[in-house]
Structure formats: structure tokens, C-alpha cells
């Protein structure tokens, strides 16, 4: 019984130690990064205090924009996952700071297998239904 619980132990953790590699697409270290979701509007992801590191507070905004419009009267939700590990349920309900800006914090936590890249999934709920746009960026 031993050995089974040993070998399941081992092969659980070199599943999480693999090195697989993840490209970001933003790069919240150094500005906000913007998308176009499929219906147009545009999406704005940002985070302070720069650059985002582990187990700190930060604050996230999102600012959107329909036909250079701000969207005010959204639901907006910001869901953080890891590629390749499940790190718990890090879904935040934005704050409508009006003007098409909304924000909410939250602290990244560490992936104990020392993995670095977060997606971050934007989620706009209106009226029309609800879009999405990713971003996808490296903590420190």
C-alpha cells in the first residue's frame, strides 16, 4: 500500500513540475494591456503596483470601451486561472467606479510548483448577453 501511495505522490508532482511553457500576451509589468473582444468592445486590463508579484495586494482595473464610448452599465467579472494547475477559484466581481472603469482586488497567490503565468478572463454581462477577452501575463 505503501509503494502505490509513494508512486501516486511522485507522479502527481513531476505532472506539476513539468516544464511547459505558456506565452503571455501582456505584459502588466510594464502598462495596461488592451484587447478587442468579438462584439467590439474594447477592454483594457491593468494592475498597481507594478510589476505583479505573489502574495501582495493588488488592485486590477478594468476600463471598457464601445465605439470609443465608455460602457458603464456592465456586470463585469475578472476569473484568474493558471495554465496547466488548478489554483483554487479566483473569480472577482469588479466595483463600477463609473466611466467605464472597474476595479477589485485581490492577492496572487504562489503555485507550489513555482509556475509564473496567470490568465486573466474578462467577463462583460450586459443587456446583449455576456463577451469575454483573456489576457494572459507573468507574476513575480
Known amino acids: 500500500m505503501f509503494r502505490i501511495i509513494a508512486l501516486i505522490i511522485v507522479l502527481l508532482c513531476s505532472a506539476c513540475s513539468r516544464s511547459e511553457t505558456y506565452k503571455t500576451d501582456c505584459s502588466l509589468d510594464k502598462a495596461a494591456c488592451t ?71 485581490w492577492v496572487i497567490p504562489p503555485c507550489p510548483a513555482g509556475k509564473k503565468v496567470w490568465i486573466a478572463a474578462v467577463y462583460i454581462e450586459r443587456q446583449g448577453g455576456i463577451s469575454q477577452t483573456e489576457f494572459s501575463f507573468e507574476v513575480r
Open 35 to 105: 484587447k478587442t473582444s468579438a462584439d467590439n468592445i474594447t477592454v483594457s486590463l491593468d494592475a498597481a503596483p507594478k510589476p505583479p508579484h505573489t502574495m501582495a495586494n493588488h488592485r486590477f482595473f478594468v476600463e471598457l470601451k464601445k465605439d470609443g464610448a465608455p460602457m458603464a452599465d456592465a456586470e463585469v467579472t475578472l476569473d484568474f486561472t493558471m495554465p496547466g494547475m488548478y489554483m483554487g477559484i479566483n473569480r472577482l466581481k469588479m466595483n463600477n467606479a463609473g466611466k467605464g472603469r472597474y476595479g477589485a482586488e
